[in-house]
């Protein structure tokens, strides 16, 4: 099964930074990943698709990259509605995956 | 509009089953290429993705959980139901279900979440 290592697991950050934070597969996975933001007692939010395709309404200051096995999310200016956490899931092959997430908190 | 909404018991015994159900608006599971999946998250946890149904009734489980897990679908009713025997105090999380885009296998759209405790 592919496993997905993310990190950090938190950061701090403060409003207007610029935030990046990185999705390692244990094998690759082309570009089959997606990214995801889920707040406290919410239900995931689905913000890239394909690596780096970005999903219909997500505000163009989030952005992905990546292949094979090494992926990342940035959030270019970091504003208040963002502290969440991201998590990245594989979707190359069964079982499908979540990588642990990373918690982003204001600073 | 899109929507889904899961419903089952928020407390159940250990070695009780849990049924789920996952009602869902907006579009049809007898549209090819149409898939719905169960993921849970303990509480703290990340996400676990548990199962998937196919809009041609093929179904897919997570290994280490096949052999408690059925999922099915009603079409008619426009539900899947999820069904976990052997319930264990480990298993206590919220459990989703989502839609998968389709011809791919990644969410669009999710319901709110069902909080189930497993506790005597």
């Known amino acids: 099964a592919i496993q997905l290592t993310q990190s950090p697991s938190s950061l701090s950050a403060s409003v207007g930074d610029r935030v990046t934070m990185t999705c390692r597969a244990s094998?690759?996975?082309?570009?089959?990943l997606a990214w995801y933001q889920q707040k406290p007692g919410r239900a995931p939010q689905l913000l890239i698709y394909?690596?780096?395709t970005l999903e219909s309404g997500v505000p163009s200051r989030f952005s992905g990259s990546g292949s094979g096995t090494d992926f990342s999310l940035t959030i270019s200016s970091l504003q208040p509605e963002d502290f969440a956490t991201y998590y990245c899931?594989?979707?190359?092959?069964?079982?499908?995956?979540f990588g642990g997430g990373t918690k982003v908190e204001i600073k | 509009q899109v929507t889904l909404t899961e419903s089952g018991p928020a407390l159940v015994k250990p070695t009780e089953t849990l049924t789920l159900t996952c009602t869902f608006s907006?579009?049809?599971?007898?549209?090819?290429?149409?898939?719905v999946s169960w993921i849970r998250q303990p509480p703290g946890k990340p996400l676990e993705w548990l199962a998937r149904?196919?809009?041609?009734?093929?179904?897919f489980y997570m290994t280490s959980l096949k052999t408690r897990l059925t999922i099915s679908k009603d079409t008619s009713k426009n539900q899947v139901v999820l069904t976990m025997t052997n319930m264990e105090p480990v298993d206590t999380g919220t459990y989703f279900c989502?839609?998968?885009?389709?011809?791919?296998?990644?969410?669009?759209?999710w319901g709110q979440g069902t909080l189930v405790t497993v506790s005597s």
């Open positions: 989502a839609r998968m885009v389709r011809g791919y296998h990644y969410f669009d759209y």
């Open positions: 907006g579009f049809s599971l007898s549209t090819t290429a149409m898939r």
């Open positions: 149904i196919d809009w041609d009734d093929d179904k």
């Open positions: 094998q690759g996975i082309s570009t089959s």
């Open positions: 394909i690596a780096s």
């Open positions: 899931q594989q979707f190359y092959s069964y079982p499908l995956a």
